[in-house]
């Protein structure tokens, strides 16, 4: 039961379902919070990539030069990634993550918003842990008060950005910065999101 909650079985079973949609829709790269992440890292940098979806993101990460992983917790997902990229994409579900000093950043754009938030802290363990010190970490949130659906019956964990500052002062991050900002997801609609820089 404690697995099927972390993954959320609903959420998982759209994206496996609306994969090709979803990977081919031309979603450009996050470009302003990416060289922001990048220009915190050194050249020959290891970057793992959560929830990478159709790839633009790591696709912009290599044209830069960097060792980028990428990786999707959808299967179906994952396999058009690689398509696009070239290169393997790993299925991986956030909290199969189990490394430990491995990467010099981890980028997590629009993914872990579907986290249960009572999951939410272990996965954010996981995370740092799998950090080098000195590693960055990246990841944005759909804003809100109170964890819901969207129109697809995707999980969201909406949080506030008082809520997110006190859960990711459990671990003895460097330095916490959070900026905030308008959107659109797959659904369309206008939104407030949370966009996270966090340094071990």
């Known amino acids: 039961m404690e697995k099927e909650l972390a993954q959320d079985k609903k959420t998982i079973s759209f994206y496996a379902q609306e994969a090709e949609p ?3 829709r031309g979603r450009k790269a996050d470009t302003r919070h990416l060289e922001t992440f990048l220009s915190l ?3 020959d940098a290891t970057i ?3 929830g990478c979806g159709g790839g633009q993101d790591s696709e912009f990460m290599i044209s830069k030069g960097f060792n980028v992983r990428p990786t999707d917790g959808t299967p179906e997902i994952a396999r058009a990634a690689e398509q696009r990229l070239g290169i393997p994409v790993a299925p991986l579900m956030f909290d199969e993550l189990d490394e430990e000093g491995t990467c010099d950043g981890i980028w997590a754009n629009a993914c872990l918003l579907h986290v249960p938030r009572g999951e939410l802290q272990g996965i954010l363990g996981r995370v ?3 950090l080098k ?3 960055v970490f990246y990841a944005s949130f759909k804003a809100g008060e109170s964890e819901g659906r969207d129109m697809f019956d995707r999980y969201y964990n909406y949080p506030s950005e008082a ?3 006190d859960l990711y002062a459990a671990f003895s991050w460097q330095s916490v910065t959070t900026e905030t900002g308008q959107g659109r997801g797959y659904d369309g609609k206008l939104t407030g999101w949370l966009f996270l820089f966090a340094v071990k």
Do not use: D, K
Request: glycine residues 12%; hydrophobic residues 40%; neutral net charge.
């Open 22 to 24: 979803y990977t081919s």
């Open 41 to 43: 890292l050194s050249a």
């Open 48 to 50: 793992l990539e959560l």
């Open 128 to 130: 740092y842990r799998a």
């Open 133 to 135: 010190p000195g590693g």
């Open 163 to 165: 809520w997110l500052s």
